[in-house]
């Protein structure tokens, strides 16, 4: 099989870096990358939502979106890098699309200190201009965030993983790190 068909998966807590990381990633290895909160933004402006339900009716047509644009990359045995909080059965979907391709993926998992990345996603949402498709949610209460990030990191990823401690962003551009996922870029 070719050595380019890889399947990076950025995944984890929000306010974990995943979307700067996944932009560090792309560019080390010269491969496009698709967020789903980026889909997610084009969706809301061009269909609009009114409530939560609409909210996460445009959620689920991003993951579907970043399902056909893997299956595109697909056909051409491109590498890509695709960046969500994935669910379980989004994972697995897509580890059996990749599968089905000859694709090898690596799961990068970012989990960090609940407490930290609350606070961390409260300064994001109060001093960035942050899309309204992402401010629907009751996240800003502790309550709620770490009901969120319990749940992320409860999810059973399957395959081949690499869980990082996003508490600080030094993971970024950690040596060892880097190295590993090289490793894996360069099988």
């Known amino acids: 099989m070719e050595k380019n068909r890889k ?3 950025i995944t984890g807590d929000i306010a974990a870096g995943k979307s700067t990381f996944a932009n560090i990633l792309s560019q080390r290895y010269n491969t496009n ?3 789903k909160d980026s889909i997610k933004e084009v969706l809301g402006d061009t269909i609009g939502f009114s409530n939560r339900e609409e909210n996460k009716k445009l959620s689920n047509a ?7 644009i893997f299956s595109e990359f697909a056909k051409l045995g491109k590498g890509l890098i695709l960046e969500s909080n994935f669910h379980r059965a989004e994972l ?3 580890q059996k699309m990749a599968l089905d391709n000859g694709y090898d ?3 990068i998992a970012l989990f960090g200190d609940v407490e930290v990345l609350h606070a961390r996603y409260l300064n994001r949402m109060m001093n960035e201009n942050r ?4 401010l629907s949610t009751t996240i800003d209460k502790f309550e709620d965030f770490k009901k969120c990030s319990d749940y992320l990191k409860r999810i059973d990823i399957p395959g081949k993983v690499i869980r990082i401690d996003a508490t600080d962003f030094g993971y970024q551009s950690d040596g060892e790190i880097l190295i590993e996922i090289d490793e894996f870029m360069e099988e």
């Open 105 to 107: 993926v690596l799961t």
């Open 7 to 9: 399947l990076l998966l």
């Open 62 to 68: 991003s993951m579907e979106l970043m399902f056909f």
């Open 33 to 35: 990358v698709f967020f």
């Open 131 to 134: 899309h309204s498709v992402h």
């Open 92 to 94: 697995e979907r897509l």
